[in-house]
């Protein structure tokens, strides 16, 4: 059942990553009304589900920015104009009535907007399963750690050999009681630089090793069992973890939005100048967005915010102003 009277904004953002969440703050500034969608719980995208507490060195005027910081700043600059955040919703349909797009949720909320901006960054993602992990998680098993601090005076096993697994072990080593890294391998995908500081540390690394089991009573986890292969052959190693991270990386596909009638290669929607799809009115902007050039950067995704923003102004209103001023010369 859907709601008998649809939301009305202006643009309809889908995506509250830092390039929406700059395309909201800039639609405000336009003095256009906005509603934000993402399928996340909470604001910031991919930066906040995969690295919060990882150090951002390439954003304009920041030497460098922790990765939470830059979210949470995004969301001061962005609550100014007081968006509609509908968070932990999916976009999951879209059809054109009366000249206006109609957009609905998942749970049946509908969303009528002028303009649909899509700032979707890789698309709808899903981490893979700890295949041991089955009906831990939630209860010791975790995909991400948003917050460090829940795990101090924990024994935690990071799962994992990418980049988001060696900077779990980074953030939560002086926290944690105790910080162990399991890879199924001897080769890591993570930067050189990191696994090599993750090894000063002192951080134990277990290679050619398989998460086999996880044991725990009522009270939560308590240990993981090991396979690591030895000069002996397979033996097994047990673990004390009241946490279990599994960095394993993630599948990410468009979803619905496949279906929307845009143009779409490789996983990326096709844009123009200005950053508009094959359809009218609907919008780009961010790693979604695909041009011959392109450069995938947050810097890259805030200017492509302001441009689709300006452009959808004068979508809606052929008599606005495609530049607007500088904010500099506002009162």
Not at 90 to 112: C, N, P
Not at 178 to 195: E, Q, Y
Not at 309 to 316: H, K, P
Request: aromatic content about 6%.
């Amino acid at each position: 059942m859907t709601n008998a009277t649809p939301t009305e904004v202006d643009i309809l953002i889908v995506g509250a990553g830092p390039t929406g969440l700059f395309a909201a703050y800039y639609a405000g500034f336009r003095e256009l009304s906005v509603a934000l969608v993402d399928s996340l719980p909470e604001p910031g995208g991919q930066v906040t589900a995969m690295y919060p507490e990882k150090m951002i060195f390439d954003v304009a005027g920041f030497p460098a920015v922790r990765g939470r910081d830059l979210v949470t700043a995004l969301v001061e600059q962005t609550d100014q104009w007081k968006p509609n955040y509908l968070l932990g919703r999916k976009a999951v349909s879209l059809s054109e009535v009366d000249g206006q797009f109609d957009v609905g949720l998942d749970g049946g909320t509908v969303i009528r907007a002028g303009a649909v901006l899509i700032t979707a960054g890789m698309g709808e993602f899903s981490p893979r399963p700890l295949p041991a992990g089955d009906g831990w998680l939630g209860n010791g098993v975790v995909h991400f750690v948003p917050a460090p601090e829940a795990h101090r005076g924990q024994d935690v096993v990071v799962v994992g050999g990418g980049d988001s697994a060696f900077d779990w072990a980074l953030s939560l080593h002086p926290i944690a009681r105790s910080v162990t890294l399991v890879h199924r391998r001897a080769k890591f995908r993570a930067f050189a630089a990191t696994v090599r500081q993750v090894q000063e540390l002192g951080v134990p690394i277990i290679t050619d090793a398989q998460v086999m089991a996880l044991r725990g009573d009522e009270g939560g986890l308590a240990e993981v069992e090991l396979s690591v292969k030895g000069p002996a052959g397979q033996e097994v190693r047990v673990l004390p973890a009241q946490t279990v991270v599994a960095a394993l990386g993630f599948t990410a596909d468009l979803g619905p939005i496949e279906s929307w009638g845009l143009k779409i290669d490789h996983r990326a929607i096709a844009v123009d100048s200005t950053m508009r799809t094959a359809r009218n009115r609907i919008y780009a902007a961010g790693d979604i967005a695909a041009y011959p050039g392109k450069v995938k950067l947050i810097a890259t995704g805030f200017g492509e915010a302001a441009t689709a923003v300006n452009n959808i102004a004068v979508a809606l209103d052929p008599a606005a102003h495609l530049f607007p001023g500088h904010s500099s010369d506002v009162p």
